[in-house]
């Protein structure tokens, strides 16, 4: 798995996750819902979910998944570099 797809898998997968933007987040934290996530709905159904948030609700689905990204290179600065 190339690193761009993997990061993509963890930010579908923060996506679904139940984090906010209001909480206050660690990278162990990212990490971890990362992981819950991916093992609650598998990679596939984690895009699938967002897909879903996409089509039923763009105008929040938007911010959502730029906080996530920002999220994501942050907790996983070293697996990218």
Known sequence: MTPQLLE??????????????????????IR???MLSVRR????????LVAQEF?????????????VLDCIRRAYARALA
């Open 8 to 29: 993509h898998v963890r930010a579908e997968a923060l996506f679904v996750s139940h984090l906010q933007s209001s909480d206050r987040l660690d990278p162990e934290c």
């Open 32 to 34: 971890a819902a990362v």
């Open 41 to 48: 709905h598998g990679p596939r159904g984690c895009a699938a």
């Open 55 to 67: 089509g039923e609700h763009p105008d929040t689905a938007v911010g959502r998944m730029g906080w």
